[in-house]
């Protein structure tokens, strides 16, 4: 009888190479995905990110202004504002409330909505609901 020889593998056949590479590929379209889906939702994110921060800055300078008086003039109305190559539309409007025997008045709602610009990264568009933020100042 004769002995038979073992035959030792020298590497990998063609199927196990076809299998790893559709693994590979799998997973590659999977991240890609993955990596857009993340940067839509970080844009997303940073565009009201911003609006809430400009909705923020009008009603801090409106409660520590001077002059409660003023705050109609100087922070009333509608502007554009740019941030981060986004524009902002900021519509600001103050109400106020007082005696109107005396003429004076005690109270100023301030109001701001911040709208968002529409999101068209990656080929869409999102259209991003308004920020909006009220206080009340005290004369």
């Known amino acids: 009888m004769q002995p038979t020889l073992t035959r030792q593998r020298a590497g990998m ?6 299998v790893a590479l559709v693994i590979l590929a799998g997973s590659l379209v999977a991240m890609g995905n993955f990596m857009g889906k993340f940067t839509h939702t970080q844009r997303i994110a940073s565009l009201r990110q911003d609006a809430i921060d400009i909705a923020t800055d009008v009603l801090d300078s409106c409660e520590h202004d001077s002059s ?19 524009t902002f539309t900021r519509t600001t409007t103050v109400k106020q409330l007082g005696s109107a025997t005396t003429g004076t008045y005690d109270y100023y709602i301030v109001t701001t909505v911040v709208t968002p610009p529409a999101n068209t990264a990656n080929g869409g568009s999102v259209t991003l609901s308004p920020i909006k933020k009220t206080i009340v100042v005290h004369n």
Do not use: H, K, P
């Open 68 to 86: 409660a008086a003023t705050v109609q003039t100087d922070f009333g109305g509608t502007v554009s504002i740019t941030r981060d190559n986004a």
């Open 13 to 18: 056949t063609l199927i196990e190479v076809m």
